[in-house]
């Protein structure tokens, strides 16, 4: 099960002497209960794929499939994809417009036929599932709350409707610590729900500790997808997507010309000492 792109191709201002090709064939899976990290240098079309993928743009050419069924064209198609899909946009705290916190959450549910309490039960919920008790914030204005608040109102918004895949669109951008540590706490439950988790991050760390998988997008192609490891562990690769490997990995490169057991990839600077450790003692490695 799973929310599929097949060699799906977009172009801004198609057909006007502004054209701007930014996809150029993209296949990628978003498959139920994984984070899939989306990584790539800045205006190489991340955003832009996201916004594909939740059907708001439609492809110039390939298409989306929602569990192997073709989406696009028919309405009926992209009204599934609305409702299994959900996307947070960049800075979403930007966008939000209602005067409570409510209010702005159960937006989210206005195309539902949801009858009124149970619209408001699925807000509380979805409130209370970014650690936001609803009984307090409910009735305060968005603006009045800090930013990690308010990015987890605009979250709550989007869990509110209880879709299968969520696409982040550099969701830990701007947040400290706690906040990060919070929304790190959130994704790992989400996937274990089983949603199926599309990041976009320009952090390692994020990607250390909560991708499953990574893609990597250059020049409107993924050049490099699969298991965290193969990918993070590609400093060739990385680099020629014009991403600065982990330093953790240039270190192993370095190494490795002597101890060639070390690994490619390691998770963490604890993890690579112990390794490093074990080679240098004439371990395993
Ligand atoms: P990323 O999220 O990886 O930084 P984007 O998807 O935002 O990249 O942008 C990819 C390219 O498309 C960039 O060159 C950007 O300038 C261009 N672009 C993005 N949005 C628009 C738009 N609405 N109209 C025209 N060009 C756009
Ligand atoms: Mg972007």
Redesign the pocket.
Known sequence: MGLALKDVHFT??AGTPLA?E?LRGVDLEIREGEILSLL??????????LLVASGLLAPRKGALFLDGMPCGGREDFRARLREAVGILFQSPEDQLFAETVEADVAFGLRRSSLPRREARERTARALRSVGLEPSHYSPLPPFALSRGEMRRVALAGVLVREPRFLLL?EPFSGLDGEGRERLALLLHRLRSSGAGILL?THEWEEVDLLADRAAV?HEGRLILEGEKESVLGDREGLRRAGLEPPPRVELLHLLRAGYPSLPAYVRNAEEAAERIDAVMRGGAG
């Open positions: 801004y201002y701007r930014v790539g240098p800045s205006g190489c079309g991340k955003s832009t794929l669109d976009v997008l």
